[in-house]
């Protein structure tokens, strides 16, 4: 499977802004999807999840409440509405995939999938 992602950009704190991640390829399989972020120096970070199965929710602390993780199964794309955006949220955007749910889905090492990256920069 293809990933990939779009919709980044340059906006203010307190800006929303919001990306896309859409599949290709082998897309007959349903596959789970999910957000990380790199910021320069420093790893790549869990951001967001969403469990196609049951279609629950996952977030990290740091951005519970501000950001909202949605799909649409019909586009094989999944979303992130980032909103309430900070400084700290500057980094690189990636979308991952992988075919079965892990209970590490926090974790990079667990996603066979990538997309190319998206950057966002948002300015104090």
């Known amino acids: 499977v293809q990933l990939q992602a779009y919709g980044g950009g340059l906006v203010q704190a307190g800006d929303s802004l919001r990306l896309s991640c859409t599949a290709s390829g082998s897309t007959s399989v349903a596959y789970h999807m999910v957000w990380f972020r790199q910021a320069p120096g420093k790893e790549r970070e869990f951001v967001a999840a969403?469990?196609?199965?049951?279609?629950?929710?996952y977030y990290a602390d740091s951005v519970k409440g501000r950001f909202t993780i949605s799909r649409d199964n019909a586009k094989n794309t999944v979303y992130l509405q980032m909103n309430s955006l900070k400084p700290e949220d500057t980094a690189v955007y990636y979308c991952?995939?992988?075919?079965?749910?892990?209970?590490?889905?926090?974790?990079?090492?667990?996603?066979?999938?990538w997309g190319q990256g998206t950057q966002v920069t948002v300015s104090s």
């Open positions: 969403f469990r196609l199965t049951i279609r629950s929710t």
């Open positions: 991952a995939a992988r075919m079965h749910w892990s209970v590490n889905y926090y974790s990079r090492e667990h996603y066979p999938y």
